[in-house]
């Protein structure tokens, strides 16, 4: 399992609830799918947990020690966040205000895995890309909710998931 992967679920989330758990039944079929999605996830999960290994699979799954950037930048939105900080930084020391004046030339693209600071610009939490992720996607999660069409799948997951790559902590 990947991290990448979790993007779609609230999309599969809303789509299924709307489309199989409203109307005639609706408390059955909802019983019936959150048991198929306990079952799935107890059996994937299930040996992880026995062996005391959870921690490290979450910790695989969610790397926010590897900070926010990888080593090497991928081209989504913390990309430009990380070279307008660059940018600011530059401009500071041309202008001569002192911000950031600390700073090596190669700070946020050294190449190396962790957790960088920004110089000027805000830190960026991962609280923050979860928000960014989840209002990216609010428009797509509308639509599903209010006109759930099969046909429509395959699109949404795309665009779910560029949101994912798009906002997501540590991609690459």
């Given at each position: 399992m990947k991290h990448l992967f979790a993007y779609m679920a609230p999309y599969y989330f809303v789509y299924m609830l709307r489309r199989y758990c409203v109307g005639p039944k609706a408390m059955q079929r909802f019983c019936m799918l959150g048991g198929v999605?306990?079952?799935?996830?107890?059996?994937?999960?299930?040996?992880?947990?026995?062996?005391?290994?959870?921690?490290?699979?979450?910790?695989r799954l969610f790397p926010f020690?590897?900070?926010l950037c990888h080593a090497y930048w991928a081209p989504n939105f913390w990309?430009?966040?990380?070279?307008?900080?660059?940018?600011?930084?530059?401009?500071?020391?041309?202008?001569?205000?002192?911000?950031?004046?600390?700073?090596?030339?190669?700070?946020?693209?050294?190449g190396i895995v962790g957790v960088a600071n920004f110089a000027i610009l805000p830190q960026v939490?991962?609280?923050?890309?979860?928000?960014?992720?989840?209002?990216?996607?609010?428009p797509c999660l509308v639509r599903a909710w209010s006109n759930p069409k099969p046909k429509n799948i395959l699109r949404d997951i795309a665009y779910v998931n560029l949101c994912g790559y798009m906002f997501g902590y540590h991609v690459h």
């Open positions: 999605v306990i079952s799935v996830f107890a059996l994937s999960m299930g040996p992880f947990v026995y062996l005391g290994q959870i921690g490290q699979v979450m910790g020690g590897r900070g990309a430009l966040y990380s070279l307008a900080d660059k940018v600011l930084v530059k401009a500071s020391r041309i202008l001569g205000l002192g911000i950031g004046a600390n700073v090596d030339a190669g700070h946020l693209a050294g939490s991962p609280t923050a890309t979860v928000i960014c992720v989840l209002l990216s996607m609010m």
